[in-house]
């Protein structure tokens, strides 16, 4: 059932924001702690949101596609100590940002906005398992986070940078395991962090930005349903209500916050067609919650739909691939109607065990 889960592994490293609520990106799966003996993998992601809007009370005024093709990046090393201790370590890019409102009508009133948040994770995890049933595992996570934004909502632009600030979380969790039939099922803890942003304002030195980046819990699962034919999906839920982001100075504070946590669902089945070839189809769902969304932010939930393969070559190297077509979530700003957006999702996955 290897090839099975990696095909739909490829898929699932494309999250993003166009596809999931928040600053998410990486979703932070820990799926390479379970592989077998000695595993790396590196991933690759390439993202095309189509994001438009127009001005609710004068749609002839519209603010161009402000999404940006953006690229993402993980990595992960897998190794056992003994037949009980595992470690791994996983390199991503967990949160991130992107809009531009170059292509606005010029009566648009955020035309010439942008901003862009960035940022890296390296994530050290341990296992123990007690027998082939049950395990734990648990580490850290530093996070690296910056960012600038440029808002123009009338009157004097609002400019400013964000330096960067690590800071760390910690990771616990457990899972419950059947071989014989492929079955997995894990569950995983991070907690928030506060992060804490030198600022400038105009080239100005001002009071430190600070906010939080909120705990998470993600449940993972798997288990074959037939021969060569595996079931899999995931639940993640992010408090992203605590994270409140106020600028100094920015008149219409906070400059990026949230009203509801999210719950991102996933769910797929795969099939292995033979011993080098396997396929997955999944699809996705993030509830759209109404209310005002941000001009920074102009989505409300998501549905997607994923296919994936994985094919193994000679020397034991698997490469797996997938496509995610993703329907965004219609939003109201206070301005503006975000309706009919779409992303599309490409990504890309080298690993090898040995």
Do not use: C
């Given at each position: 059932?290897?090839?099975?889960?990696?095909?739909?592994?490829?898929?699932?490293?494309?999250?993003?924001?166009?596809?999931?609520?928040?600053?998410?990106?990486?979703?932070?799966?820990?799926?390479?702690?379970?592989?077998?003996?000695?595993?790396?993998?590196?991933?690759?992601?390439?993202?095309?949101?189509?994001?438009?809007?127009?001005?609710?009370?004068?749609?002839?005024?519209?603010?161009?596609?402000?999404?940006?093709?953006?690229?993402?990046?993980?990595?992960?090393?897998?190794?056992?100590?003994?037949?009980?201790?595992?470690?791994?370590?996983?390199?991503?890019?967990?949160?991130?940002?992107?809009?531009?409102?170059?292509?606005?009508?010029?009566?648009?009133?955020?035309?010439?906005?942008?901003?862009?948040?960035?940022?890296?994770?390296?994530?050290?995890?341990?296992?123990?398992?007690?027998?082939?049933?049950?395990?734990?595992?648990?580490?850290?996570?530093?996070?690296?986070?910056?960012?600038?934004?440029?808002?123009?909502?009338?009157?004097?632009?609002?400019?400013?940078?964000?330096?960067?600030?690590?800071?760390?979380?910690?990771?616990?969790?457990?899972?419950?395991?059947?071989?014989?039939?492929?079955?997995?099922?894990a569950l995983t803890y991070t907690s928030a962090m506060d992060i804490t942003h030198?600022?400038?304002?105009?080239?100005?030195?001002?009071?430190?930005?600070?906010?939080?980046?909120?705990?998470?819990?993600?449940?993972?699962?798997?288990?074959?349903?037939?021969?060569?034919?595996?079931?899999?999906?995931?639940?993640?839920?992010?408090?992203?209500?605590?994270?409140?982001?106020?600028?100094?100075?920015?008149?219409?504070?906070?400059?990026?916050?949230?009203?509801?946590?999210?719950?991102?669902?996933?769910?797929?089945?795969?099939?292995?067609?033979?011993?080098?070839?396997?396929?997955?189809?999944?699809?996705?769902?993030?509830?759209?919650?109404?209310?005002?969304?941000?001009?920074?932010?102009?989505?409300?939930?998501?549905?997607?739909?994923?296919?994936?393969?994985?094919?193994?070559?000679?020397?034991?190297?698997?490469?797996?691939?997938?496509?995610?077509?993703?329907?965004?979530?219609?939003?109201?700003?206070?301005?503006?109607?975000?309706?009919?957006?779409?992303?599309?999702?490409?990504?890309?996955?080298?690993?090898?065990?040995?």
């Open positions: 059932m290897k090839h099975v889960t990696t095909a739909g592994a490829a898929l699932l490293l494309t999250t993003t924001i166009a596809t999931a609520g928040g600053l998410d990106r990486s979703g932070q799966s820990v799926s390479a702690l379970f592989e077998d003996g000695t595993y790396v993998e590196l991933s690759f992601g390439y993202v095309i949101p189509e994001l438009s809007g127009a001005v609710t009370t004068a749609p002839s005024i519209g603010s161009g596609n402000i999404g940006v093709d953006y690229s993402q990046f993980s990595a992960a090393v897998k190794r056992d100590l003994n037949e009980q201790l595992s470690y791994a370590l996983i390199i991503d890019q967990p949160y991130g940002a992107n809009v531009a409102f170059d292509e606005a009508d010029l009566a648009y009133p955020a035309e010439g906005t942008q901003a862009e948040v960035r940022s890296t994770g390296i994530t050290v995890l341990g296992r123990y398992k007690f027998d082939e049933n049950f395990s734990v595992h648990g580490g850290l996570r530093a996070v690296t986070i910056d960012a600038d934004a440029l808002v123009v909502l009338g009157g004097t632009p609002y400019d400013a940078s964000y330096d960067s600030d690590t800071q760390f979380a910690y990771v616990v969790g457990g899972a419950y395991e059947r071989p014989e039939i492929a079955l997995r099922l030198a600022t400038t304002v105009g080239g100005a030195s001002v009071p430190d930005t600070e906010y939080e980046i909120p705990q998470s819990v993600n449940l993972d699962f798997q288990t074959g349903v037939a021969a060569d034919t595996l079931l899999f999906g995931s639940v993640r839920w992010v408090e992203w209500t605590k994270t409140q982001i106020n600028s100094f100075d920015y008149p219409l504070n906070p400059i990026v916050g949230y009203d509801n946590d999210t719950f991102t669902y996933n769910l797929g089945v795969g099939r292995r067609f033979s011993d080098v070839f396997a396929g997955s189809v999944s699809v996705g769902y993030e509830k759209s919650n109404g209310g005002v969304a941000s001009n920074l932010a102009p989505t409300d939930g998501n549905s997607s739909v994923s296919l994936g393969g994985a094919y193994t070559l000679d020397n034991g190297v698997e490469i797996s691939g997938g496509v995610r077509y993703i329907l965004i979530g219609d939003a109201e700003t206070s301005f503006a109607t975000f309706q009919d957006n779409t992303a599309t999702a490409i990504g890309l996955k080298v690993a090898y065990t040995y």
